[in-house]
């Protein structure tokens, strides 16, 4: 192993274990706070299952000392006389349980894994390849017998490239149910049922204790990559899906700030997975833009801005403007007054207060929209005032399809879906509707009306339980089947700052987005000034480079963390050239361009190679190590297209990043020797070319500008 690569190796080594470090430091800290935290609740099972029972124990606790209540109100008007519960002799009262995920009681989620990709074309991919052929051999086999495939690539190569393990539980399966098998045998029966001639594999070897091994084809291999480097990078063909991601999801007449990071980022990252393989996606912002606050808000904007029907105001600070007119609301009985007038106004779609609530809304959208441009992200705002007449039309389609599935409760019109411990309020006593009403009401038209084959929500992990409950009432009303849509929660941890609390400003207040990344710009300039680009590059090459830098950094640390789990923002981990970074592959796809450009060589004269040589003499080590990795990009589109943890993408193009170095290393790509001509071995050069090919594939699924000279 290079120095370099032992460097690399342990630097993330470093990284993994600090992470590890971080997290258990936070549940340990959650356990001696008391603090049943979700990531907490996730590490151990058992305290998850007795904290759900514990909040059904509650709600239930609730519903009984209601009724008590009631009833001794009851007996003392008419007359019969009764002692009233004390505060001493009853239980401390609880505070309402939060509907965030974090207490338990959760709807249930499907209970079998379906597979939602259905795949065409495998393209390049050998694993996809392997498991669809090993799946069908243990059918074919064993018919009937419901066992997980478990298919890996092999540590050790003397056991080929990849092993296939599902013999023993096989064997174990059929030995319960009478049936004595070794292991051995059962992998032989398994590789009977496999196609005689595979293209890209080698041979196949049944060990006596079942695992199957399979070695590759190397000419398989050195004629793919001729293939990528002559046609281009190629994803699997999958059958067409209509995608929803509602994802971002700000409030209006409020700055976005770094809680709406994480949305963004993963929500524009997963759209552009999804269009990378052909998938019809609309990109939803579900913006909060409705609600009694627009009252004091539209109130405020006629003291401050009076002619903002003639020209829109300059609001410097969005969140400024909000807190002025919140603290008057509290404090100014007449405003007040005028505030609750405003939302009759605006609910019965008053003319002149409907232009001021879109004048409100018009500034926000724009200091969105410079976020929006710095991260290049495209999304549609549909938002809450979008569902207001559907909230209406949804009730009455309740009461005329499922009346059975609405119950009364204290003037509340809720409901229970199947499974769920939590009701959800659908009318509130006063006849108002809630977030509940909204999110049913919005489910039901992406299903039915837009008809979404996938909607998936990008939401923190503290909405899970009410998502979840919405999901279960979705599947109740017959909206969707489950066994055919996917409708999935793709949920999210906190970003936190270096004192493991949420990540603010060191005044206390939450950081706003552009104030994040404007920083992030000027750590930016300053890293490639140390570096002396300055010098080398021009004012535009420059500046490409910088906010490539700048915006990169802090996508690919949000991405590159397994999106389930809280991480630590920091900008001198993201702009490190060492390690698992965004700035470390910048640099190595900038050397990977530099290497082609150097070589002289044109895109005709490498394009006239590779067709003259079908199978690419890639015959050193490093070479075929690199060449498999390439190949594996299809692969690893397929797995993120079925778990949305796009940290699987970033971990595939690190590994890529680093095996190029190697390869760099150990082989010559142009040659030089004193007094002879300079030697282009053009099977390495294209090599290089799909290298650099693939990591601008991952680089566009990412969002991550590409550069070529850093």
């Keep these: 192993m290079s120095a370099n690569k032992e460097l690399q190796q342990g630097y993330s080594d470093y990284s993994s274990a600090l992470d590890q470090a ?27 299952e007795a904290k759900k029972l514990n909040d059904k124990l509650k709600y239930r606790k609730t519903i009984l ?22 505060a001493s002799s009853s239980a401390p009262v609880e505070k309402k349980a939060k509907k965030d995920g974090k207490n338990g009681g959760a709807a249930p989620k499907q209970a079998k894994k379906v ?36 298919l890996a690539e092999t540590p050790n190569p003397q056991f080929g490239d990849y092993q296939c393990n599902s013999a ?9 149910t009478g049936i004595n098998k070794k292991p051995g045998d059962v992998g032989k029966e398994i590789h009977a049922k496999l196609p005689e001639n595979i293209d890209f594999v080698e041979k196949i070897a049944v060990m006596p204790a079942g695992f199957i091994n399979v070695f590759l084809n190397a000419d398989y291999l050195r004629k793919q990559i001729s293939s990528l480097a002559l046609n281009g990078i190629s994803l699997p063909k999958v059958a067409k899906k209509r995608v929803l991601v509602d ?40 913006i909060g833009d409705w609600g009694t606050q627009f009252g004091m808000l539209i109130a405020h904007l006629y003291d401050r801005f009076p002619d903002f029907l003639k020209k829109l105001p300059d609001i410097s600070d969005l969140q400024a403007f909000y807190k002025e007119s919140k603290k008057r609301f509290d404090e100014d009985e007449q405003f007040k007054k005028r505030a609750y007038e405003c939302v009759v106004k605006l609910q019965s779609r008053d003319g002149e207060i409907v232009q001021a609530w879109n004048t409100i809304c018009d ?10 441009d710095h991260l290049d992200i495209k999304i549609k705002d549909v938002g809450e005032s979008f569902y207001q007449d559907k909230m209406v039309e949804l009730v009455k389609w309740i009461k005329e399809n499922k009346p059975d599935m609405l119950r009364k409760e204290e003037g509340r019109q809720i409901m229970f879906p199947t499974g769920c411990d939590v009701p959800l309020t659908v009318v509130k006593s006063d006849g108002g509707f809630t977030y509940d009403t909204s999110d049913l009401a919005a489910l039901k038209y992406r299903m039915l009306e837009e008809k979404c084959d996938w909607n998936i929500y990008v939401v923190d992990a503290g909405q899970n339980l009410h998502l979840e409950t919405v999901y279960a009432a979705g599947r109740d009303f017959g909206w969707y089947d489950e066994n055919t849509q996917r409708v999935e929660h793709v949920g999210f941890g906190l970003v936190l700052g270096d004192d493991k609390k949420k990540f603010k400003t060191r005044s206390g207040e939450t950081v706003r987005l552009l104030d994040l990344l404007s920083e992030g710009v000027k750590r930016a300039t300053e890293k490639l000034k140390e570096k002396g680009r300055d010098a080398v590059m021009t004012e535009e090459e420059l500046a490409a480079a910088r906010d490539a830098v700048a915006f990169g950094c802090v996508k690919y640390a949000d991405l590159s963390h397994t999106r389930t789990q809280d991480y630590i923002f920091s900008f001198d981990r993201m702009l490190d050239d ?11 796809y900038a050397r990977i361009r ?10 005709s004269q490498l394009a006239d190679y590779l067709a003259k040589t079908p199978i690419l003499p890639l015959n050193h080590p490093a070479e075929l190590k690199l060449a498999k990795q390439l190949l594996k990009l299809s692969d690893c589109v397929l797995l993120v297209l079925d778990s949305l943890m796009l940290h699987q993408m970033c971990d595939y193009v690190y590994n890529l990043a680093t095996l190029f170095h190697d390869f760099y290393n150990e082989c010559y790509v142009i040659e030089r020797k004193e007094g002879e001509p300079v030697v282009v071995h053009f099977h390495r050069l294209a090599l290089c070319e799909v290298t650099a090919n693939v990591i601008s594939t991952c680089f566009k699924i990412l969002g991550i500008r590409e550069v070529p000279k850093m």
Excluded: W
């Design 22 to 48: 971080t997290l258990l430091n936070r549940l340990i800290a959650a356990m001696e706070k008391g603090d049943l935290t979700d990531e907490l609740l996730e590490h151990i099972p058992e305290l998850s």
């Design 65 to 86: 000392e209601r009724s008590i209540a009631e009833q001794f109100a009851k007996n003392k008007k008419n007359g019969v006389k009764a002692s009233e519960p004390s």
């Design 115 to 150: 597979d939602y990709v259905t795949v065409n074309d495998y393209g390049s991919s050998i694993f996809g390849r392997l498991q669809s052929l090993f799946k069908k051999a243990i059918e074919d086999a064993f018919p009937g017998l419901d066992v997980p495939l478990l």
């Design 168 to 176: 023993m539980p096989i064997a174990a399966i059929l030995k319960a």
């Design 247 to 286: 994802f971002s999801s700000p409030n209006i007449a409020k700055e976005m700030h770094v809680g709406h990071l994480r949305s963004t980022i993963i929500g524009d990252s997963i759209c552009r997975l999804f269009e990378a393989v052909g998938y019809d996606v609309l990109r939803v912002n579900h």
């Design 363 to 372: 500034v926000s959208k724009k200091y969105n929209q410079i976020v929006y």
């Design 578 to 588: 060492r390690g698992n970074t965004a700035v470390y592959l910048l640099y190595a």
């Design 594 to 603: 530099s290497i082609v450009r150097t070589s002289g060589v044109t895109d």
